[in-house]
């Protein structure tokens, strides 16, 4: 019967193909090189600083231990979307099960969710430092930092436990084709075959919630902490403050920017090639750069990192 056929026909994709940039496939080839470089730097500068810290006592306070947990989430994120990305651009056709596309997209929103919330919590924790340097260790304890931390992880949990299923109890009745690299939730969005202005209405109210309410949170952190700078009397001091807030709105500007250019209308008019781009943006340059900003940078980060290497190398000699 007719009926029979609707719902069969609605129930029909069992897989996904996700094109990447098959319109350029000179291109591909190059990207793929250039991404693997990428992918393995950022492994092995998060792992660096996840280890680091982890091994240096004197590391272990609030600061640190928020570079930690963003080194965990940016290599977590990064893990996720790579290596499927690196399968993308080195395949005529990579196909992705319905169960494959549905886990990418629960942990892309998980890691992703979490490090809106986490680099606002880093922020917080950096102003709290320099805008009230007496206060601060009473404003930032354990206790706070735990708190802090465990609500990223348990918003960046819930909006994926909310969003993920929603997306793919929507009925997907003929192209399988996303036109992306990775299962994201607005390419996917674009092969429904339904009404989804309910789920559009949640997604501009939840990106307005974990992306630009932090973003708008982190750049009053940071105006506030300028400000404080410009109160320095040491010029030395005062240049390499500005250098560390200006490296940290810049990288904090391209993660938040593109994700709310993605997320806040996910039916929205730009080119599939643009969203790829944007995509790029927060999935791989910020877990590329973020170590390289927020810890290598860091004075006591690189006496920790060359003592340790020392130990190790020493050891060894």
Not at 11 to 19: A, D, M, N, R, Y
Not at 74 to 94: C, D, N, R, Y
Request: glycine fraction near 4%.
């Amino acid at each position: 019967s007719a009926t029979e056929m609707k719902r069969q026909n609605q129930s029909s994709v069992v897989e996904f193909i996700l094109l990447g940039f098959s319109k350029f496939p000179e291109l591909q080839e190059q990207l793929f090189g250039i991404f693997l470089v990428i992918y393995l730097v950022t492994l092995i500068g998060n792992a660096t600083i996840i280890v680091v810290i982890s091994l240096d006592q004197s590391l272990h306070v609030p600061m640190y231990l928020f570079l930690q947990n963003l080194s965990v989430v940016e290599v977590s994120f990064s893990g996720v979307i790579m290596p499927e990305m690196l399968v993308v651009l080195s395949t005529e056709k990579a196909t992705i099960s319905f169960a494959g596309c549905f886990a990418q997209m629960y942990f892309i929103l998980l890691f992703g969710g979490t490090e809106c919330i986490l680099l606002g919590a880093t922020a917080y924790d950096r102003y709290a430092a320099i805008c009230h340097p007496l206060s601060y260790p009473m404003i930032m304890n354990k206790r706070v930092f735990m708190k802090l931390v465990t609500f990223s992880w348990a918003l960046g949990f819930s909006m994926t436990t909310l969003q993920t299923p929603w997306v793919f109890s929507f009925p997907f009745c003929g192209p399988n084709e996303i036109n992306h690299l990775s299962c994201e939730t607005p390419p996917v969005l674009e092969l429904v075959c339904a009404d989804t202005f309910l789920f559009e209405i949640y997604a501009f109210t939840g990106t307005v919630l974990i992306i630009l309410v932090p973003f708008l949170l982190i750049l009053l952190s940071y105006i506030r902490i300028l400000f404080a700078i410009l109160k320095m009397p040491s010029t030395t001091g005062r240049q390499k403050a500005f250098s560390t807030c200006a490296s940290h709105l810049t990288s904090v500007t391209l993660f938040y920017g593109t994700a709310i250019m993605t997320y806040l209308q996910p039916k929205s008019s730009y080119s599939p090639e643009t969203k790829k781009l944007m995509s790029l943006s927060y999935s791989l340059l910020t877990p590329l750069l973020n170590p390289l900003i927020y810890s290598l940078r860091n004075s006591e980060m690189k006496r920790a990192f060359m003592k340790l290497w020392r130990r190790k190398v020493v050891a060894h000699t």
